[in-house]
Nanobody, 118 residues
């Protein structure tokens, strides 16, 4: 059993910053790719950023230059630093990880609300 627990969401003014964290726990052998997705009301879930076990990163065009994804492999934790936030960044943010236990499966966090509003 693997759990992904997110933290760090909240309400922030436009131009502000937030840092999301996602900690994986359980009988983990290793974690491959990790990522952050978001889903705004009435829209499909979309990829925000991803990071490989070796540290290679990928970003959605809408967040390039504003968001930074990172991970701490020793802590089985990933982070999303979000700067220069815009109202259109408002969404529920979900962390995702491909985790190897006895098998290799895709896991999701429970989601954390990020609201950008004045």
């Amino acid at each position: 059993q693997v759990q992904l627990v997110e933290s760090g969401g909240g309400l922030v003014q436009p131009g502000g910053s937030l840092r999301l964290s996602c900690a994986a726990s359980g009988s983990i052998v290793s974690i491959n790719d990790m990522g952050w997705y978001r889903q705004a009301p009435g829209k499909q879930r979309e990829l925000v950023a991803s990071i490989t076990s070796g540290g290679s990163t990928n970003y959605a065009d809408s967040v390039k230059g504003r968001f930074t994804i990172s991970r701490d492999n020793a802590k089985n934790t990933e982070y999303l630093q979000m700067d220069s936030l815009k109202p259109e960044d408002t969404a529920v943010y979900y962390c995702n990880a491909v985790v190897r236990t006895k098998r290799t499966l895709n896991y999701w966090g429970q989601g954390t609300q990020v609201t950008v509003s004045s």
